[in-house]
C-alpha cells in the first residue's frame, strides 16, 4: 500500500523571496506558470518569469515511494515500515501504518499506544475520544467544558456589544456638537443597558465641557446599574468641576444606592484630603448614622505634603502617617507631616449627631457615641 505523498519543494524567486509547497504542474511543457499548493493548503500560481530555480528536497520521500510496497499486509510488516517513518520524521505516513495495524489486529498494543490511546474502564480511547466522552468539547484551542464554553461565548458577546456601545456613544458626543445635538441628547438619556457603562465612564473621564458631563451624569442615573452608580460615586469623589460633583452627589443621595456608604466610607482614609472631606460631605447628605464612628476616627488626619520644589507646593503625595517629622534633601522639595483638621468632617458629625459639637476633641466624641449607642441621656456639652 503507497501513503499519501508529502512533498517539501521549494521555488527561489527571483525577488529573493521563497515559497514551500508541493509542485504541482511539474510535467507541464512548455513553462509557462508554477502551480503549487502550500502547506497550508493555499494554491499559487506564479509566472515563469517570477521564478528563478526549484529545489525538490524529498530524498526521505523519494525512499518510502520505492519500499513502501515491499512491505507485508501484516501487524509486523506494517509496524517495522512505522518505526521507519518515525525515524525519518514522515508523520503522516507513520499514522497511515499505524492505523493499518489495528484494522488488522484491534488489540496491538505497540500501533494502541504510538497511536495515542489509552484503556479506560476497558476501552481504547484517544485523547479527543476520552476528552467527548467526559463531556468536554475542543473549542479555541483547547479542550472545555460546555458550560466554559457558554461563559467564554458570553463574554465575547459582552466585549462585542461594549465595543458597539463605545461607537455609539462616539456619534452621540460628535452630534452634541452639530444641529443634530436635540436628537443625540434624547439618544443617550434613553439609554438602560448596563453594558454601556465602561464606554460611558471613559467618554465622561475625558471630557471637559461641564454640560456634556453633567448630561453624563444623567445618563448614567437613568441607567441605574451597579456600575453606573459607582462612577456616580467616583465622579462625586474626583471629578475636577465642584458643579459635576454635585451633580452626581445629588443623583446619588436623592436615589441612595446600595454601597456608596461603604465607598465614601472607605475614602475617609483616603491619602488625599481632599477626597476625605468630599466623602465627609456625602455621608452627611446620605444622613447615615452608621457612619459617625469612621466620622470621629477621621476628624484630624494626618498627611504628608511636598513643600518646594518644581510641584504644587502642598501635593498630597502619601498615605496617613503616625510619625510628625519633616525631612528634605539638597534641593529637592522638602518632605513635611501635618496634622490636617477636616472641617467637613466635623460639619458631618455635628449634622448626623442632632447638632451636638465637640469640635475635633475625638475622645469627646467618642465617649457620647458609646453613650448614644447605649442610649443612655448624656450631656457633655
Not at 42 to 60: C, D, F, G
Not at 78 to 87: G, H, I, K, P, V
Not at 173 to 183: F, I, K, P, T, V
Not at 263 to 277: F, K, M, P, S, W
Request: aromatic share 8%; with cysteine; charged share 25%.
Amino acid at each position: 500500500m503507497t501513503a499519501p505523498m508529502v512533498w517539501a519543494d521549494v521555488l527561489i524567486l527571483k525577488s529573493g523571496g521563497r515559497i514551500q509547497g508541493e509542485w504541482l504542474n511539474v510535467d507541464q511543457r512548455p513553462r509557462d506558470e508554477y502551480v503549487v499548493r502550500t502547506r497550508d493548503g493555499v494554491r499559487l500560481i506564479l509566472a515563469a518569469a517570477q521564478v528563478m530555480k526549484v529545489i525538490r528536497e524529498r530524498p526521505a520521500l523519494d525512499d518510502y515511494a520505492r519500499i513502501a510496497p515491499a512491505y507485508a499486509n501484516t501487524p509486523e510488516d506494517q509496524w517495522q515500515l512505522a518505526e521507519w517513518c518515525r525515524d525519518r520524521h514522515l508523520g503522516a505516513q507513520r499514522q497511515t501504518h499505524l492505523r493499518r495495524i489495528l484494522e488488522l489486529d484491534p488489540h496491538d498494543l505497540r500501533a494502541r499506544r504510538s497511536l495515542g490511546y489509552r484503556k479506560l474502564g476497558g476501552h481504547w480511547y484517544t485523547e479527543p475520544e476520552w476528552m467527548r466522552h467526559q463531556g468536554y468539547r475542543f473549542h479555541q484551542g483547547r479542550w472545555r467544558l460546555p458550560q466554559e464554553i457558554e461563559l467564554s461565548e458570553r463574554n465575547q458577546q459582552i466585549e462585542a456589544t461594549q465595543g458597539s456601545w463605545k461607537k455609539k456613544l462616539r456619534k452621540c458626543r460628535e452630534e452634541l456638537d452639530s444641529g443634530h445635538a436635540q436628537e443625540a441628547r434624547r439618544a443617550l438619556l434613553a439609554i438602560r443597558d448596563p453594558l454601556a457603562v465602561p464606554a460611558l465612564q471613559e467618554m465622561f473621564s475625558a471630557e471637559s465641557w461641564r454640560a456634556v458631563k453633567t448630561l453624563y451624569v444623567e445618563v448614567f442615573l437613568s441607567i441605574g446599574s451597579p456600575g453606573a452608580w459607582k462612577s456616580l460615586v467616583g465622579a462625586s469623589l474626583d471629578d475636577p468641576d465642584q458643579e459635576v460633583r454635585m451633580a452626581a452627589l445629588d443623583a446619588i443621595v436623592r436615589n441612595d444606592p446600595p454601597g456608596a456608604i461603604h465607598v465614601y466610607v472607605d475614602a475617609l482614609e483616603d491619602q488625599n484630603n481632599h477626597r476625605v472631606n468630599r466623602a465627609a460631605y456625602a455621608l452627611a447628605q446620605l444622613n447615615k448614622p452608621s457612619a459617625v464612628r469612621p466620622l470621629i476616627q477621621a476628624l484630624v488626619t494626618r498627611h504628608q505634603f511636598k513643600i518646594g520644589g518644581a510641584g504644587d507646593p502642598q501635593a498630597v503625595s502619601t498615605s496617613f502617617s503616625d510619625a510628625g517629622s519633616s525631612f528634605s534633601t539638597g534641593g529637592q522639595p522638602t518632605i513635611v507631616q501635618r496634622e490636617v483638621r477636616n472641617q467637613e468632617v466635623l460639619h458631618a458629625l455635628v449634622v448626623l449627631s442632632g447638632g451636638v459639637n465637640f469640635s475635633f476633641d475625638r475622645e469627646a466624641w467618642n465617649y457620647w457615641h458609646d453613650a448614644w449607642q447605649g442610649h443612655d441621656s448624656v450631656d457633655l456639652r
